[in-house]
Nanobody, 128 residues
């Protein structure tokens, strides 16, 4: 079992920045990948970004490339999502997710069904 707790959400004006954090506990030694997803009201959950836990591979949705950056701290078992130049379209509940399974292909990282554990979510609201 892995437990995930997100923090850092809030209200920010367009063009501003926020940093989300996700703290993992439990079987963190078995982590393979961690990802961020978001879900806006009335929309389906979508991939934001992901990182391989033991390496440096990162993956991002086209909509956030160049604006969002994922960091991980294996010593503290945390993964962070630095969000810059936020837009109203970024408003959503952001979820952290973790997988214990090996991702053999790059497109696995953006597939929410391949993640085993999810956090409770944190609200990000960007005002125009």
């Amino acid at each position: 079992q892995v437990q995930l707790v997100e923090s850092g959400g809030g209200l920010v004006q367009a063009g501003g920045s926020l940093r989300l954090s996700c703290a993992a506990s439990g079987r963190t030694f078995s982590l393979y990948a961690m990802g961020w997803f978001r879900q806006a009201p009335g929309k389906e959950r979508e991939f934001v970004g992901a990182i391989r836990w033991s390496g440096f591979n990162t993956y991002y949705a086209d909509s956030v490339k160049g604006r969002f950056t994922i960091y991980r701290d294996t010593a503290k078992n945390t993964v962070s999502l630095q969000m810059n130049n936020l837009e109203p379209e970024d408003t959503a509940v952001y979820y952290c997710a973790a997988s214990l399974n090996t991702f053999y292909f790059a497109n696995y990282y953006s597939d929410g069904s391949r993640y085993d554990y999810w956090g409770q979510g944190t609200q990000v609201t960007v005002s125009s």
